[in-house]
């Protein structure tokens, strides 16, 4: 059978037992003091079908048309003329009992039909109790589908920042790479005995930026090696013009960071040094305290007016925005003849 019909046949029972609990419910509470069951079978029919009727008109026209919709004057006003007729069957069903039940004689009625304001009492709470369920029903399916929406639109807010993370690793892969080949080009031109193994520490650097660079997370010692082996082709290439200092002080070897966050700083910092008494000087420091990263470079540089930040950089600083939002700390500061970064951000241990 199919699954709506079922669903359907499935309501329709929830119903009908519904409806038979109010019927008995009635039949019970109004046969108090009566020994007539005809007159209470039929009494408690009527009322049944008044209170049927009022809730599926509160139910599935009042409430979801004008309630829900905000036309609150219209609901009070519909929910007025439904008390108005709630008010009238009810006193013309006492009255069809008192007249076809106990032939005008009102001292033979059971104590609570002789009083309206019980009767419609009992009604209206039936009434209440259906509406109420018929607006949490409302609510929870209403928070239901903005949960479902939410939950949406953060999927795509993540698809598109992971699409974003990887158009900014598109733009360092070739940035980085064309610096780098410059530094062997350079060698390649002097014919250097020292070529074989600058073209293996390039072959690691290349393994590194196009393959590892892809995971979400890598050693921070694997980043730092790398980071050893650029050093060492910047060495090489500046031969006695160049003065560098690496200072490292790491607590674990299973601490993790982002792939190719550190390298562009240190690219960047060759890059753009500048020789000062014919000497370009690069300071580095790298210190892991307790779950926070502290990095620190800095380069002999002189002020240029108006000099914009490289490619390679920018695409980091945004990177560093879009993995740690606020978590971060990032520092450029360009001093007369020096130029510093320092960055601080939180870091994690391989489990």
């Known amino acids: 059978m199919n699954k709506s019909v079922l669903k359907i046949l499935k309501k329709v029972l929830l119903h009908l037992s519904f409806w038979f609990f109010v019927w008995f419910f009635f039949s019970s509470f109004f046969s108090v003091g009566s020994k007539n069951e005809n007159f209470i079978f039929w009494f ?3 009322l049944s079908t008044i209170a049927i009727v009022s809730s599926y008109v509160f139910v599935y026209h009042l409430i979801p048309d004008f309630l829900i919709a905000k036309k609150h004057k219209q609901f009070v006003l519909y929910a007025f003329y439904a008390a108005v007729f709630i008010v009238c069957a009810v006193l013309m069903t006492v009255a069809f009992g008192f007249v076809f039940f106990y032939n005008l004689e009102l001292q033979q ?24 369920f018929k607006i949490l029903k409302h609510n929870y399916k209403s928070l239901d589908e903005k949960k479902t929406l939410e939950n949406k639109f953060l999927q795509t807010q993540l698809q598109l920042k992971e699409q974003e993370l990887k158009f900014l690793k598109m733009q360092i892969h070739p940035h980085f790479l064309f ?23 390039l072959s690691n650097l290349l393994d590194y930026i196009l393959y590892q660079v892809d995971k979400p997370l890598v050693l921070l010692q694997d980043e730092i090696n790398h980071i050893e082996d650029y050093i060492s082709l910047e ?6 013009g160049l003065h560098i200092t690496f200072n490292k002080a790491i607590i674990d070897d299973k601490l993790e960071i982002a792939p190719m966050l550190l390298l562009p700083f240190v690219e960047n910092g060759f890059k753009h040094g500048s020789q000062i ?29 108006g000099s914009k930040k490289g490619i390679g950089l920018e695409n980091i600083i945004k990177r560093l925005k879009m993995l ?9 500061l360009q001093e007369e003849k020096l130029f510093r970064v320092n960055l601080k951000i939180p870091i994690k241990n391989e489990e």
């Open 44 to 46: 408690s029919t009527i």
């Open 109 to 132: 009625m059971p104590a609570l039909i002789k009083n309206p304001g019980v009767i419609l009492v009992c009604v209206l709470l039936i009434i209440a109790l259906a509406s109420a």
């Open 179 to 201: 610096n780098t080949l410059n530094t062997l080009y350079g060698f390649a031109l002097k014919k250097s005995e020292k070529a074989p193994e600058m073209i293996l520490k």
């Open 235 to 240: 060495k090489s290439r500046f031969q006695e």
């Open 277 to 305: 008494d014919g000497v370009v000087k690069v300071k580095i420091n790298i210190k892991v305290d307790k779950n926070e990263l502290n990095f620190m470079i800095e380069n002999s540089a002189i002020r240029k007016e």
């Open 324 to 332: 740690y939002q606020e978590e971060h700390f990032l520092e450029a």
